[in-house]
């Protein structure tokens, strides 16, 4: 009985090993993305019940990025909404910048070598 069920096992091992040697080689490739297609973020969620969920998702990045309102209960996905996300503010010298972000705006003026003010480093 054990001499005809050696080579099933040993064929058995074999296949072990080499879905082992293979997964370890794609780990160590460089280049080789673990995951395909869009970046996805969870934004937020919110529970509505003891199964129902609203969850934001953000689907890409940069200018393509899109943000999803999906509603998720047992057994299905809904779309709810879907928007462009904005643009994220910039912080240049512009006049409306520093009334707009003051906080971002005096952290950037500490930040400077050449900083010149009450708090600056001496």
Known sequence: MLQSALPA????????????????????????ALRAGPVLKVMGSV???????LVTVQVGEGAEALCLVLGVAPGSVNTLHSM?????????????????????????????PNAKGPH???
């Open 9 to 32: 096992l040993g064929l058995l091992l074999v296949m072990v090993l080499v879905a082992f040697a293979l997964q370890r080689w794609r780990r160590h490739l460089p280049g080789v």
């Open 47 to 53: 529970s509505l019940g003891p199964q129902q969920r």
């Open 84 to 112: 462009p996300l904005p643009a994220a503010p910039q912080l240049a010298d512009e006049p409306g910048s520093a009334a707009a972000y003051p906080f971002a705006a005096r952290l950037a003026q500490l930040m400077t």
């Open 120 to 122: 600056a480093p001496q």
